[in-house]
């Protein structure tokens, strides 16, 4: 019987060589076919579907849905049957040769991608430190630097793939940890807030102090975080919590209410945010940071851009199109297969009826266009 066949996940972003586990879509001894989907995966710029190249049987299955996970990473074996022996994991396996590269011979079963490997030799790092086994990104040589440097000693030697931070103790901040605390399988760290006091507490959870919080969080085994700074008033002070996120290295993940609906066939990038009672229609597509607030109505085939903002009540007819950065106030209704471009204002309990130009402005309570 021929051995089984090893599953690793693939690098999908060269410059992120770690990943969340958004969606796992197998079960240990499932038959799957060749084009079956057996996982998708999420960094903060893209999601990628893993699929099984032969037919077989899913064994030795050693991931969890959530967690944050490392190109090359074992997911599971193909097997010609379900109680398959498998074989022994050599802790050399490696990515391809586009992911890693072997350069003046790194120590024997050390895994180290290639910018990590030039990182660790600009800085002078010694490859020996580093554990055999493990993916060594350009994150893990910064790591043993800054150790170096102010001799912090990390909480636990990797990461916990259930931590999350809140970034942001405002209203937003609120609502989305009462969200993660009705999912279920988030383990909240802590508030980041650059305007409240480290010691304080939002619903219980403590302050753990602004974005010079981050680097230590990280080195202390955290590698999620929601974005809790609405952007309302000013986008772009969202924005810059998303850059300084993905700087210290976290991963934003799609979060959704319970009690929200998201139609199977939709599409959710990393970082989407949907509340409670909101619809998410069948092959909408909700781009990267996006915001579907309480009770928002996102029809079929609707496609959002990146940090649009829904308010609470806003409703999409089929096919409408939003642009990145755009907000649709509460209540306010947008027409079928209308457009509303790049970082557009529709206010509160306005009509939509034809398409609204980039940068535009649509009054609160109007009839667009008047």
Avoid at 8 to 27: D, K, R, W
Avoid at 300 to 312: K, T, V
Wanted: charged share 15%.
């Amino acid at each position: 019987m021929p051995s089984p066949v090893p599953v690793l996940l693939p690098l999908i972003n060269p410059n992120e060589p770690e990943a969340v586990l958004a969606g796992l879509h197998v079960q240990e001894g499932q038959a799957v076919a060749p084009g079956d989907l057996l996982c998708t995966l999420e960094t903060t710029k893209s999601t990628a579907d893993v699929t099984a190249e032969a037919a077989g049987y899913v064994v030795g299955l050693q991931l969890r849905s959530g967690q944050t996970v490392s190109a090359g990473s074992l997911l599971c074996y193909l097997a010609e049957a379900p109680d398959a022996v498998l074989p022994v994991m050599d802790a050399s396996v490696a990515l391809p040769q586009s992911a890693t590269l072997a350069m003046d011979e790194p120590p024997a079963g050390l895994r180290i991608t290639k910018p990590a490997l030039a990182l660790a030799r600009s800085l002078g790092v010694d490859l020996a430190r580093f554990q055999l086994g493990p993916l060594v990104t350009e994150t893990s040589v910064r790591e043993i630097v800054t150790v170096a440097a102010d001799v912090h000693t990390p909480l636990v030697p990797g990461f916990d793939p259930t931590a999350i931070l809140v970034y942001g103790g405002g209203g937003h901040g609120k609502t989305l940890i009462e969200l993660l605390r009705l999912l279920g399988c988030y383990r909240i760290v802590g508030v980041v807030d650059d305007g409240l006091p480290a010691g304080t507490s939002i619903l219980g959870i403590p302050v753990l102090g602004g974005a010079e919080a981050l680097p230590a969080l990280h080195r202390d085994g955290v590698r999620l975080a929601v974005n809790a700074v609405g952007g309302i008033g000013s986008l772009s002070i969202r924005l810059k919590v998303f850059q300084r996120l993905a700087e210290a290295g976290f991963a934003c993940p799609a979060v959704v209410h319970p009690r929200a609906v998201v139609e199977p066939s939709a599409s959710l990038a990393p970082g989407v945010q949907v509340f409670t009672l909101a619809y998410v229609g069948s092959e909408a597509q909700i781009g990267y940071g996006t915001i579907v607030n309480t009770g928002a109505i996102v029809s079929h085939e609707c496609r959002i851009g990146e940090y649009a903002n829904l308010s609470p009540g806003a409703i999409l007819a089929g096919q409408v199109e939003i642009g990145a950065g755009a907000l649709v106030g509460m209540g306010a209704t947008v027409n079928l297969q209308v457009k509303v471009g790049a970082n557009a204002r529709v206010g509160n309990s306005a009509t939509v009826k034809a398409d609204v130009p980039p940068g535009g402005i649509v009054r609160a309570g109007s009839i667009w266009p008047t």
